[in-house]
């Protein structure tokens, strides 16, 4: 698990009147306790963020049993560059989908997107990753 500081900007690129919010107003709210995220898209942001920072233990807890792996091996040397939000659509009061692109490089080679449009559920009051198509 990788330390981050509260003040510095979070990962997830998310904005304020032009200006990058530090991690501990955006997703830190959500990795850093346990509460659970306001809306499918902080939940996506919170995700990425926890990849970034390699917390399993908060990937495991937001991803939705039906498609949950028993545990996640993260790419040593990876470095992430970025989530661009194209789109958030609620569906319902309990279902919304996020297409999102990450970008990464691994240690050796080309940088890489993961363009996906990812399902989520909310269950319990906690909106929960269901799983996702690559585009």
Same mark, same amino acid.
């Given at each position: 698990?990788?330390?981050?500081?509260?003040?510095?900007?979070?990962?997830?690129?998310?904005?304020?009147?032009?200006?990058?919010?530090?991690?501990?107003?955006?997703?830190?709210?959500?990795?850093?306790?346990?509460?659970?995220?306001?809306?499918?898209?902080?939940?996506?942001?919170?995700?990425?963020?926890?990849?970034?920072?390699?917390?399993?233990?908060?990937?495991?807890?937001?991803? &939705? *049993?039906?498609?949950?792996?028993?545990?996640?091996?993260?790419? !040593?040397?990876?470095?992430?560059?970025? @989530?661009?939000? $194209? =789109?958030?659509?609620?569906?319902?009061?309990? &279902? *919304?989908?996020?297409?999102?692109?990450?970008?990464?490089?691994? !240690?050796?080679?080309?940088?890489?997107? @993961?363009?996906? $449009? =990812?399902?989520?559920?909310?269950?319990?009051?906690?909106?929960?990753?269901?799983?996702?198509?690559?585009?």
């Amino acid at each position: 698990m990788k330390p981050f500081a509260m003040t510095e900007a979070c990962p997830c690129g998310r904005q304020h009147q032009k200006k990058p919010l530090p991690y501990a107003q955006c997703c830190g709210r959500w990795l850093e306790s346990d509460t659970p995220a306001t809306d499918a898209e902080s939940l996506m942001r919170s995700r990425y963020c926890a990849f970034v920072l390699e917390r399993e233990p908060y990937l495991l807890k937001t991803w &939705h *049993a039906s498609h949950r792996p028993a545990r996640i091996a993260f790419d !040593p040397g990876v470095k992430w560059l970025g @989530l661009e939000v $194209r =789109s958030h659509t609620v569906q319902d009061a309990t &279902h *919304a989908e996020v297409e999102f692109v990450a970008r990464q490089k691994p !240690p050796s080679g080309a940088a890489m997107r @993961l363009h996906e $449009r =990812s399902r989520f559920v909310r269950e319990d009051g906690a909106w929960l990753y269901v799983d996702g198509d690559a585009l």
